[in-house]
């Protein structure tokens, strides 16, 4: 019952919850969706629009281009990890085809058989967050040659 209870707790804070804040986030505060649009126009949530502003001097970038792309790719790699299991070579092997497919799907948006839009940043941030998602699960899950030595 432990070992359950911990496997939801790994899911829903690896996956869950970066899903939905990087739809909260592309949905709220990326006003170049109908849904930011409308949401930008509520009381309360206008002062907040700043954030997807591109030209402010806070967080606007990263937040509007790189915020959603950051938690959804996080998830993404979290829930890999979270199904390869224990295995340091599997989950090595994990890390490459994440890259791999974060790689294939911009350059998908860039020949147009997706849409979107190619950026190469967009590729930087899913790297560093593949990064961040291994580094977490082998902390969260430590590899099953670890656990034979504690």
């Not at 790994?10 to 739809?23: C, E, R, T, Y």
């Not at 509007?64 to 979270?82: C, P, Q, R, T, V």
Request: proline share 3%; with cysteine; hydrophobic share 50%.
């Amino acid at each position: 019952m432990e070992n359950r209870k911990r496997e939801v707790l790994l899911i829903a804070g690896n996956v869950l919850l970066p899903l939905l804040a990087g739809a909260v986030l592309y949905a709220v505060w990326n006003p170049d969706t109908y849904i930011g649009s409308l949401m930008c126009r509520l009381p309360g949530l206008a002062m907040l629009s700043y954030l997807g502003n591109a030209d402010s001097d806070g967080p606007g970038i990263l937040v509007k281009y790189y915020g959603a792309d950051m938690a959804w790719a996080y998830a993404f790699a979290s829930s890999i990890y979270l199904a390869a299991g224990s295995d340091r070579r599997v989950r090595i092997r994990c890390f490459a085809a994440c890259i791999l497919v974060e790689i294939l799907f911009e350059l998908a948006q860039y020949v147009h058989f997706i849409s979107g839009y190619f950026d190469v940043m967009d590729i930087v941030v899913e790297i560093a967050m593949n990064f961040c998602a291994y580094f977490a699960m082998k902390r969260q899950c430590p590899d099953s040659a670890e656990e034979l030595e504690s």
